[in-house]
């Protein structure tokens, strides 16, 4: 069964940064494009970064290009988040997701329970 | 980017009747090359993260009941509940991901 597990989460200042983890179980790990998506409070689901399964080819959403960094670790079947310059918009429960085995135009069939952000002063 | 649109914000029907949400795409998410729509369902339950309930605009997933039912192409989608359970209340959402991943607002489902 396939088990994703998100950690890192807390409240952090404006400017501030933190990493997200997300570790991954239950599945080949270093053969799925991996997903970060967010949730702001009582709003939708906005895709926020993905990475293929080599770790080699990160993308972002524009509105976190230049602060948000995703990497990955295939021998700690882990997915991370760097999370950098933090504004109050960036404020969401953040959920990792698996995507296709061998492109990244797919749905996330598999989600873990999401980790909660909070940025205020 | 494409941004999808759902209809309705909210929708209440009664136990056992339908339930009909819509979703339309600001271009087409039709692949000529496969001719696949690249759009997906998800059900996320208060406190939950989403569950994937449809792909392909149609394609079922494993262990979702066959009450739950997608259709539509190029633009306009429709996610299909034929007989509303309890369990169903849910928030809604749709996805595309012809280019890049954008969800759609989500649709509350209520027990009327």
Not at chain 1, 36 to 48: F, N
Not at chain 2, 8 to 14: E, G, Q, R, T, Y
Not at chain 2, 44 to 68: C, H, M, N, Y
């Amino acid at each position: 069964e396939v088990h994703l597990v998100e950690s890192g989460g807390g409240l952090v200042p404006p400017g501030g940064s933190l990493r997200l983890s997300c570790a991954a179980s239950g599945f080949t790990f270093s053969s799925y494009w991996m997903h970060w998506v967010r949730q702001a409070p009582g709003q939708g689901l906005v895709w926020v970064s993905r990475i293929n399964s080599e770790g080699n080819s990160p993308s972002n959403a524009d509105s976190v290009k230049g602060r948000f960094t995703v990497s990955r670790d295939n021998a700690k079947n882990t997915l991370y988040l760097q999370m950098d310059s933090l504004r109050a918009e960036d404020t969401a429960v953040y959920y990792c997701a698996r995507g296709g085995s061998n492109r990244w135009y797919t749905e996330f069939d598999s989600w873990g329970q999401g980790t909660l952000v909070i940025v205020s002063s | 980017d494409i941004v999808m649109t759902q209809s309705p914000d909210s929708l209440a029907v009664s136990l056992g009747e339908r339930a009909t949400i819509n979703c339309k795409s600001s271009q087409s998410v039709l692949y000529s090359s496969d001719n696949k729509n690249y759009l997906a369902w998800y059900q996320q339950k208060p406190g939950q993260p989403p569950k994937l309930l449809i792909k392909w605009a149609s394609t079922r997933e494993s262990g979702v009941p066959d009450r739950f039912s997608g259709s539509g192409s190029g633009t306009d989608f429709t996610l299909t509940i034929s007989s509303l359970q309890a369990e169903d209340v849910a928030v809604y959402s749709c996805q595309q991901y012809y280019s890049t991943h954008t969800f759609g607002q989500g649709t509350k489902l209520e027990i009327k």
